[in-house]
Antibody
Framework: EVQLVQSGAEVKKPGESLKISCKGS????????IGWVRQMPGKGLEWMGI????????RYSPSFQGQVTISADKSISTAYLQWSSLKASDTAIYYC????????????WGQGTLVTVSS | SYELTQPLSVSVALGQTARITCEGN??????VHWYQQKPGQAPVLVIY???NRPSGIPERFSGSNSGNTATLTITRAQAGDEADYYC?????????FGGGTKLTVL
């Protein structure tokens, strides 16, 4: 079974750093792009960026470029999303999802990681 | 940047047909995918490449795409279909989601 399992919920203070993870299993992790999607409380889905674990080629949405860093460790089939200095506005659920080329749908999705940033 | 517009909400009577639209400039030239998201759950793919259903998705779910509008159609709507639905395309190496539509089954 193809599966993406994300790390658990986080509670952080503004200015702190954070790295959340997404571990793939049941398929060749290096052969599929992994995307990250933000969902702020009560809001819709926003595409953040994508990484190809095979060579770490990474693309960002202009809205998130410079705000987050996407990385991957193919040796442990895990992709990451990280912040160097969190803001309250980063409070959201973050999903990872596997991109299916060449038509670019996302399936499956991870279960989501809730990030709460509050002083 | 490319934009997708969905109605905020759609209501349908139990057992009737619901249609959720997704509008974008010449969207008919793109591949449109649809996701269902129930409260507290991750999104689930229900239609890919305009008209295709993943395994496990009921035949009641179908899609179409032409001109400036893509449509997700749910026939014989059930209470379990109540959810948020999002359309998605790929444009200029970027994923784009519609704003989402809340489907209410009355």
């Amino acid at each position: 079974e193809v599966q993406l399992v994300q790390s658990g919920a986080e509670v952080k203070k503004p200015g702190e750093s954070l790295k959340i993870s997404c571990k793939g299993s049941g398929y060749s992790f290096t052969n599929y792009w992994i995307g990250w999607v933000r969902q702020m409380p009560g809001k819709g889905l926003e595409w953040m960026g994508i990484i190809y674990p095979g060579d770490s080629d990474t693309r960002y949405s202009p809205s998130f470029q410079g705000q987050v860093t996407i990385s991957a460790d193919k040796s442990i089939s895990t992709a990451y999303l990280q912040w160097s200095s969190l803001k309250a506005s980063d409070t959201a659920i973050y999903y990872c999802a596997r991109r299916q080329q060449p038509y670019n749908w996302f399936d499956p999705w991870g279960q989501g990681t809730l990030v709460t940033v509050s002083s | 940047s490319y934009e997708l517009t969905q109605p905020l909400s759609v209501s349908v009577a139990l057992g009737q047909t619901a249609r959720i639209t997704c509008e974008g400039n010449n969207i008919g030239s793109k591949n449109v995918h649809w996701y269902q998201q129930k409260p507290g759950q991750a999104p689930v793919l229900v239609i890919y490449r305009d008209t295709n259903r993943p395994s496990g998705i009921p035949e009641r779910f179908s899609g179409s795409n032409s001109g400036n509008t893509a449509t997700l159609t749910i026939t014989r709507a059930q209470a379990g279909d109540e959810a948020d639905y999002y359309c998605q395309v790929w444009d200029s190496s970027t994923g784009v989601f519609g704003g989402g539509t809340k489907l209410t089954v009355l």
